[in-house]
């Protein structure tokens, strides 16, 4: 089992940023691949990240490609998703999550492959 929990989030002006993180505890953290999903009032649950185990392999969603930044750090047992450039249409919960897939050393886009998510965080976006 492993236990995620994300905080960061809160209320920014369009064009800024927020950093999320996710403290994840139980079984190894380094076994896992790690993503970001977010969902909006009425929408599905959306890819956002992942990130592979070593932090070799990363992929985003196009909506979110060179403005977002994935990343961990297996010694603290967290990931972050660093989000500059931040648009109203980012407002979401963001939820992170974690997998086995592939033992962690690639990434999949997949709601369905993640196995943990944690409670998820408001990122509200204003202009």
């Known amino acids: 089992q492993v236990q995620l929990v994300e905080s960061g989030g809160g209320l920014v002006p369009a064009g800024g940023s927020l950093r999320l993180s996710c403290a994840a505890s139980?079984?190894?953290?380094?076994?896992?691949?790690m993503g970001w999903f977010r969902q909006s009032p009425g929408k599905e649950r959306e890819f956002v990240a992942a990130?592979?185990?070593?932090?070799?392999?990363?992929y985003y969603a196009d909506s979110v490609k060179g403005r977002f930044t994935i990343s961990r750090d297996n010694a603290k047992n967290t990931a972050y998703l660093q989000m500059n450039m931040l648009k109203p249409e980012d407002t979401a919960v963001y939820y992170c999550?974690?997998?086995?897939?592939?033992?962690?050393?690639?990434?999949?886009?997949?709601?369905?492959?993640?196995?943990?998510w944690g409670q998820g965080t408001q990122v509200t976006v204003y202009s």
């Open positions: 999550a974690a997998t086995i897939k592939f033992n962690g050393a690639l990434v999949t886009t997949l709601r369905n492959d993640y196995q943990y």
């Open positions: 139980g079984r190894t953290f380094s076994r896992y691949g």
């Open positions: 990130i592979s185990w070593s932090g070799d392999r990363t």
